[in-house]
């Protein structure tokens, strides 16, 4: 599995985060309805799930390139939100675009924010996902992660994981 992906940190509100949580959307917006997202659909999920609590100091948001493909820009990202006076890590927007799957990026992306939780002081980090998802599922158990009771109630929410760092 290839380690030399590019991970860094990016301002949430950037033209690069701006490009990669599109894609990001586009993704989950069209595995949930079952087909290609219009662009109406996109703009209305992103407004309805803003991304701006992935700023610091409350966040962070990190943009991944994959190996060999760093001139093509974003192809991952990652963010979190503390909680509990940071105790708590909250990872959201974890995504692999489709043509970088399968390289370990998703891996990658989930090591570098659970360092970045520790370093901010976390002893926890949790994240819900949805049915559909079930790469996602599959990477977050595989890691660690166990499936605990509900702490939200996100719209989208079917699932929700935890693990001690």
């Not at 509100?13 to 997202?37: F, K, M, N, Q, S």
């Not at 599922?137 to 760092?165: S, T």
Request: with cysteine; charged share 25%; proline share 6%.
């Amino acid at each position: 599995m290839p380690t030399n992906w590019d991970i860094a940190p990016t301002g949430v509100h950037g033209p690069e985060a701006a490009e990669v949580l599109r894609e990001y959307y586009r993704d989950i917006v069209g595995r949930y309805y079952g087909r290609t997202a219009t662009e109406a659909e996109i703009d209305a999920a992103m407004a309805e799930e803003p991304s701006g609590a992935l700023a610091p100091p409350e966040g962070l948001f990190l943009v991944a390139r994959a190996p060999d493909r760093t001139s093509a820009g974003p192809m991952g990202c990652v963010g979190l939100h503390w909680f509990d006076g940071g105790r708590i890590a909250e990872i959201k927007r974890l995504f692999v675009a489709p043509a970088v799957r399968g390289l370990g990026g998703g891996v990658r992306l989930l090591e570098a924010i659970e360092k970045a939780a520790k370093e901010g002081g976390a002893t926890l980090a949790r994240l819900d996902t949805r049915s559909d998802l079930v790469e996602a599922r599959r990477l977050y158990e595989a890691n660690g992660y166990q499936e605990v009771a509900p702490f939200n109630e996100g719209a989208y929410a079917e699932h929700w994981f935890a693990k001690q760092l």
